[in-house]
Every structure is written in C-alpha cells, then in structure tokens.
C-alpha cells in the first residue's frame, strides 16, 4: 500500500488533484494506494508516524509538507518520494524531481530506486529536541520576507518573492550575530542574513548553495553582513545566476555543526515556513537519514 499525504492547501488545491491522478496512476502498475488528507503540518507528521515502518509515503504538496512528511520517516525504514505540487519547489528543483507528475511518480516507485540523502537538524532557542529541514534554515530578513510573502495570483514564484522583498526593504535591519563552529568563532558583527542549507535553492530560486549534493554531511552557509543597497542587488543577481558569491561583507563556509547567537531576536524560517523568532540556534547535520524515491537517471 502507498501512502499519499496531501496538503488540501498546497498549490490552490493542486496537491490533492495530483493525489487522485497519482492513485489512478499507481492502480496501472497493480500498485494501491490511499490519499490522506491533512490539514495541518503536525497532524502530517502524527499520521505518517502511524504507518508500518516500511511503508512508502508520498509527499504530495511544496517544502512544507515534505517537512512534515519527512520528520516521520527519518531514521526509519519509511521511504518518501515527492509528488511536488506547491508554489515554488525549491526542495524538488535542487534534487532534479520538479518536473515528476503523477504518471513519473507512479513509474518511480515502482522501479524503486531510491537514495539517502541528509537532514538538517536544528535546536532553537533552549529547546532540547531539534527540528528538522530538508532544504533550507534562514534567519534575518530572508526570514522576514518568508514571513510577509503574498502569493500574486497568476505569477511565477520567483516574482512574488522579489515583489515582497521591495516591500519589506525600508525595514531592513542588520543585527549583531556570533557564529561557531566547535571553539571557533567564524563571524562575529552584524549581519541582515544568514542561510544554512543543505539542498540548492530557497525563495522561488535563489540559489544560495548552488553545488549541494545533499549527501555530503555538511551544512552550506551564507552570512550576509551590513550590506548596502547596491551590495545587497549585487549579491541577489549572483544568487539569481547560480555562481558563487563574490560581494564584500558576504561569508560563506561548509561545516556540519554551527552555533548561531543573535543579539535580539530575528525572524527564521524552515523550509520557507515561519517558525517567529529566536536568539539562538544550533544546527547540525544527521547524514543520509532519510530514503527517498528518485528517477532513473
């Protein structure tokens, strides 16, 4: 039996048309299926919690659901596949699957050829237990455009994203950040930014960490210092063209556990959904935790 877990909110109901079609798809290859519709990220996780252990779970929605669907098959036998149907897909585009529909799905799991590939992990604030994201951790004001993104109806999502950060761009602020790794203090001053990633691209293709393999064990940051304005357009069109930034005041590194310290609390993000604000995070990695479905190549 696979599991299709479906956000009925996802894509202006996209997910769950794709879901049916997927079930149609996947009775062809003699294979059931259910859909499982649910409302909310939480009650995602519980439900996918709940199925045996080696079930194969589809994630029919955008990076917020294969979050939620994700944090009940990692580090289980649980194998996800991805039937992308939310507004930009950075998670699916990164790892080459944007273009699956539910006829390529239903072949890949039926081929049953899958990877491992990692999690990142994440403790806010005093938290004892991390969160995880598959694709993207952002705090500062990628967070804040995460936060005020409003879709415009018929645009592409690129669009929508660069429309709200104009918007948002008269409350851009750079606080104080220290950042470690272990006993080393790697950035210490302010920063408007900071993007931990372990898939590609974030905010509709703004591609922060265009050399990921997703397998590797480590995380890729960008810390963007007290850029000006002429800096911060600068570093938006590199990201935009998918090569490596080269803007004064912008760090990048690679390493596979961090400590984020903010002097006031900034807005975050996981995945591109909000989580408020924090003043502390540490983040890390959990390598090749979760079985994913993948094409023939």
């Not at 990220?41 to 996918?48: F, I, S």
Request: proline share 5%; aromatic share 4%; with cysteine.
């Amino acid at each position: 039996m696979v599991h299709i877990v479906a956000n009925g909110a996802s894509g202006a109901g996209r997910a769950l048309r794709k879901a049916e079609v997927l079930v149609a798809e996947l009775n062809l290859l003699s294979l059931k299926a259910v859909v499982h519709r649910t409302p909310s990220a939480d009650e995602a996780t519980k439900l996918v919690q709940s199925l045996p252990d080696q079930a194969t779970v589809v994630s029919a929605g955008g990076d917020g659901t294969h979050r939620a669907v994700a944090t009940g098959c990692v580090g289980t036998p649980r194998t996800m596949a991805l039937l992308p149907a939310g507004t930009g897909n950075d998670y699916a585009r990164g790892l080459g699957l944007e273009q699956l529909n539910p006829a390529g799905v239903a072949t890949a799991i039926h081929q049953g050829l899958t990877r491992q590939v990692d999690v990142g992990l994440v403790w806010l604030n005093d938290a004892t237990e991390p969160k995880i994201f598959l694709n993207a951790f952002g705090m500062g004001f990628d967070a804040d455009v995460a936060a005020h993104l409003r879709r415009l109806r018929g645009a592409p999502p690129l669009v929508s994203y660069a429309a709200t950060v104009l918007k948002r761009l008269p409350h851009l602020k750079a606080q104080h950040l220290t950042v470690r790794s272990e006993k080393t203090n790697l950035w210490s001053g302010r920063s408007i930014l900071t993007a931990a990633m372990v898939g590609k691209q974030t905010g509709g293709g703004f591609a922060f960490a265009p050399h990921a393999t997703f397998e590797d064990g480590t995380l890729n940051v960008v810390i963007g210092g007290s850029l000006g304005p002429i800096q911060f357009a600068q570093a938006a069109m590199q990201l935009l063209r998918s090569v490596p930034l080269d803007v004064d005041d912008v760090k990048t590194l690679r390493d596979h556990e961090l400590n984020f310290e903010w002097a006031e609390p900034v807005h975050m993000h996981l995945d591109g959904d909000p989580q408020g604000a924090i003043s502390f995070a540490r983040l890390g990695v959990r390598p090749r935790a979760l079985n994913l479905i993948t094409q023939d190549p």
